[in-house]
């Protein structure tokens, strides 16, 4: 079983919608959560950190983490056709050379 | 500013055949370094990481190896090639515990 598991899978949203991603870890020794964001063809890039419990806000992104139920989503408000794109959701423990889990991850497509 | 640079851009190679691929990393000075592989639209696999000059560690068995020559360079290779090899090879810098930062990647065709 994967570590970082992501829902879901794929998902489509029309252009200015909202887009919810989520993302669960089944070990208690993740401490730190990232989403990175990779277009066809490119590298991933990280999109935002979150480490504490709540949410954090970046613009139209929004990242809430919870601890207790290592679950953490991630959405996007105002949806546009550049953000589509396959999106991680990465987990680290902060030992052994800062190792990245990274889930299965969502494809996200907005249409025009 | 820091730049990351990975050679070939693209590989086709027979099965059976050597490879190596190449990873530079310029404006930042002894970084945490990643080898990762990506099956097309799939998931992230961490194969090697290096904190140092001369030191790499091995996450996933892969009839691939690693080494660190310089402090800048991170270098992945095998001297025979499977069709499980294609894929997606992508480079990464990091510091610690913070953001991860990824090179343009390498896509390789076995046939």
């Known amino acids: 079983q994967q570590k970082v598991q992501q829902s879901p899978e794929s998902l489509s949203v029309p252009e200015g919608g909202m887009a919810s991603l989520n993302c669960t870890s089944s070990?208690?020794?993740?401490?730190y959560f990232w989403w990175y964001r990779q277009h066809s063809g490119e590298g991933p890039k990280a999109l935002m950190?979150?480490?504490?419990?709540g949410d954090k806000k970046e613009g139209r992104f929004t990242a809430h983490l919870n601890k207790a139920s290592l679950h953490v989503s991630l959405h996007i408000r105002d949806s546009q056709p550049s953000d589509s794109a396959l999106y991680f959701c990465?987990?680290?423990?902060?030992?052994?050379?800062?190792?990245?889990?990274f889930g299965g991850g969502t494809r996200l497509t907005v249409r025009p | 500013a820091q730049t990351i640079h990975q050679w070939p851009v693209a590989e086709i190679k027979a099965v059976g055949s050597p490879l190596s691929l190449g990873c530079t990393i310029k404006?930042?000075?002894?970084?945490?370094l990643y080898w990762y592989w990506q099956a097309t639209g799939g998931t992230l696999q961490q194969l090697f990481y290096?904190?140092?000059?001369?030191?790499v560690e091995s996450v996933v068995q892969l009839n691939l190896s690693a080494s660190r020559p310089k402090d800048d360079q991170f270098i992945l290779s095998t001297e025979k090639l499977l069709l499980s090899h294609s894929g997606f090879y992508l480079c990464?810098?990091?510091?610690?515990?913070?953001?991860?930062?990824f090179g343009p990647g390498t896509r390789l065709t076995v046939l």
């Open positions: 990464a810098w990091g510091l610690g515990a913070g953001e991860q930062y």
């Open positions: 070990d208690r020794n993740f401490q």
């Open positions: 950190s979150i480490f504490s419990d």
């Open positions: 990465a987990a680290m423990n902060n030992n052994a050379g800062a190792k990245l889990t």
């Open positions: 404006g930042k000075s002894s970084p945490n």
């Open positions: 290096s904190i140092t000059v001369g030191q």
